[in-house]
């Protein structure tokens, strides 16, 4: 296949056909507000949401982190745990909300998670892993498919291993970051051993890591040949981001004006207040600077918004910069 056919085609996973770029599940940023923009740009990318412990579904009454719009389907719930508690009852409540897909986290390297024993601390008892995949994709029963995120491995890397380990429990998918848990998110990507673990895989093998332009994305499908491609922290202040990877990817260019974050900031806004009510603009405080970054006087216009007490008064700020803005650029 020519790299061309390569990006016009799709890529599978379990029954369902998707977009060779998905965005990446991050805490605290990939919520229900930014996924329902980034769906403007992107109507075929597979979404996912942020981590989430099986005990916190399983026993959570508000329903909060199950919640979305249906405009942002299709959509994988992301998952962490050490042990079968809880697990049984999450899969019925995020298969009863319609997600399409279920992923374990086997690959986070923050210290808070690996203390206990989620995310790439499951990489270190490889039995363990393997008896949780299993649980999983019997309980889950081919009601939706099933995939596992893992690093390159926890402390020494051991991915190749724990990649075919997963395929022959019968995972739909492997997504590896190819970095070990103490290198963290700074280190050199290991595409090598990316390679490696593709040419070990019948299933696809998504990959995930530092991806924010398509060119990146080409020269890691020529080093590796991997199936689909995560875009992770790109998306921070860029729901276009897929948008303009895919149109790249067709020769076309996708135009990325200051106009656009702009707007698009105060769209996310609204989408917090709706999602999480009058006190949804203390959250967005997080993701706001990422939109104002290319604006004249940035600094000073980030700690104005920064500062804002009230919805009203982010709202006001922000309209008053698009029209200073487009006044500039006549």
Known sequence: MSNQDFWQSKIKIGKEEYSRFMSAPLDGITDSPLRKLIREFSPEELLF????????????????????????????????????????????????????SINLNSGCPAKAVVKSICGSALMED??????????????????????VKIRAGFKKKNALEVAKMAQDCGVDAVIIHPRTQPEGFASRLDYELARQVKQALTVPLIFSGNISRFEMAQKVYELTGCDGYMIGRALWGAPWKMREMTEAAQGKTFEVTTDLALRCALKHLDNNIQFYGPKGFIPFKKQLPQYVRFVVDASEWRQKLLRSQTETEMRELLIQLIKENREKQI
């Open 126 to 147: 490889v039995p363990h892993l393997e008896m949780l995949l299993k649980y999983f994709i019997k309980r889950i029963d081919n009601r939706a498919s099933f995939t």
């Open 49 to 100: 949401t942020e981590m989430r412990h099986v005990a916190m579904v399983a026993n959570e009454r508000t329903g909060i982190c199950l919640k979305y719009d249906p405009i942002e389907q299709s959509m994988a719930f992301q998952v962490s745990t050490n042990k079968t508690d809880f697990i049984d009852k999450a899969i019925e409540k995020i298969l009863a909300a319609g997600f399409k």
